[in-house]
C-alpha cells in the first residue's frame, strides 16, 4: 500500500532552521508531483510547496526566498528546507503525492516556532 512518512519536525526559536524529510513507498516516486502542505489550528490546510516531476517549484508567497523544496528519486524522498523560520510557520506539516487524480497524503510532522 501506499505510505508517505513524514520526519523532522520539532521546536525551533524563531530564524532557526529544520530540514523536514517524507519518504515514500508502494508508488512510483518519480512520476508524482510532491507538496508540502500545511495546516495551524483553526486553518485550512495551504500548500507550502510542491516540484514536479522535471524538478519545477512552486512556493507559496509566505516561505519564497526562506523554504527550498527538493526531491532525489533514488531515496523515494522530498525534502523541505525551512530557514528563518518564524511563529507563524508553526503548524503541522504534510506531505503530499499526486499523480493524475490519485493523492495521497503522509501523518503529518508537527513544526512549532517559539517567539
Known amino acids: 500500500q501506499v505510505q508517505l512518512v513524514e520526519s523532522g519536525g520539532g521546536l525551533v526559536q524563531a530564524g532557526g532552521s529544520l530540514r523536514l524529510s517524507c519518504v515514500a513507498s508502494?508508488?512510483?516516486?518519480?512520476?508524482?508531483?510532491m507538496g508540502w502542505y500545511r495546516q495551524a489550528p483553526g486553518n485550512q490546510r495551504e500548500l507550502v510547496a510542491d516540484i514536479s516531476t522535471g524538478g519545477t517549484t512552486n512556493y507559496a508567497n509566505s516561505v519564497k526566498g526562506r523554504f527550498t523544496i527538493s526531491r532525489d528519486n533514488a531515496k523515494n524522498t522530498v525534502y523541505l528546507q525551512m530557514n528563518s523560520l518564524k511563529p507563524e510557520d508553526t503548524a503541522v506539516y504534510y506531505c503530499?503525492?499526486?499523480?493524475?487524480?490519485?493523492?495521497?497524503w503522509g501523518q503529518g510532522t508537527q513544526v512549532t516556532v517559539s517567539s
Open positions: 503530499k503525492a499526486r499523480q493524475f487524480l490519485a493523492n495521497y
Open positions: 508502494g508508488i512510483d516516486f518519480s512520476s508524482n508531483v
